[in-house]
């Protein structure tokens, strides 16, 4: 009888290791917290999707439209692989918009330029194929700024925004996609960095740069 509890314990205990080994390196406490959390809430009609990471999910977006269809659906920290992870949380409500901007913390982490340009792009031929009447609105990464000395693996990579933006944009026009030009909107125009009185940390906003992200799109919704 021994024996046999001993190896029915074993038994049960061999998923939980299995989990634990196929745990994606994206999905952090956080990240889980937050998805778990989207997939429990309600499905509701004509909502609209605001997806990305940090930079998305610091704002209040209901708030800031008044307007109670909106839903956040950003994870700080989040990457273009983690999106395209639990994207079919988002399109299963079958959403009136979604407006995606992803990509920021994947070229911190190393992920070369064309990965992430590729990984945008699946994110929305799966939007499309999965809720075909779903508008999609793909927002450029935002700029930058160094000056602050924070975030120096996110700050360092102006030029791999830009040259993913503007595949981005020639991508969007040719696939029936509606391409939001944010990057211009924030950006000095002497050094193609993020300005400063958007920013506190170089990366994230401040409440004058999210009223600006609003101003730029209001008319989309």
């Excluded at 509701?44 to 704002?59: R, V």
């Amino acid at each position: 009888m021994k024996v046999i509890t001993i190896i029915f314990f074993a038994f049960c205990f061999l998923p939980q290791v299995k989990a634990q080994e196929t745990k994606k390196a994206f999905q952090s406490t956080y990240y889980e917290q937050r998805r778990t959390l989207f997939e429990s809430l309600p499905n509701t009609k004509k909502e609209i999707i605001f997806l990305g990471n940090s930079i998305t999910d610091g704002s209040e977006w209901a708030e800031l439209f008044q307007n109670k269809r909106i839903k956040n659906r950003g994870i700080s920290g989040d990457v273009t692989e983690g999106v395209l992870f639990r994207l079919n949380e988002v399109t299963k409500s079958k959403p009136t918009k979604v407006f995606l901007l992803i990509g920021i913390n994947d070229l911190a982490r190393g992920i070369s330029k064309d990965t992430v340009f590729n990984n945008i792009c699946r994110i929305a031929e799966q939007i499309k194929t999965d809720s075909p009447k779903t508008q999609l609105y793909l927002q450029s990464i935002l700029p930058v700024n160094p000056e602050f000395g924070k975030f120096a693996g996110h700050c360092s990579k102006t030029e791999e925004i830009i040259w993913i933006n503007k595949h981005l944009k020639d991508w969007s026009a040719e696939n029936n996609v509606r391409f939001v030009d944010l990057f211009a909107a924030f950006k000095n125009d002497s050094n193609n960095w993020m300005n400063p009185i958007y920013t506190n940390d170089g990366l994230h906003l401040k409440g004058e740069g999210y009223r600006v992200w609003a101003k730029t799109i209001k008319r989309h919704l």
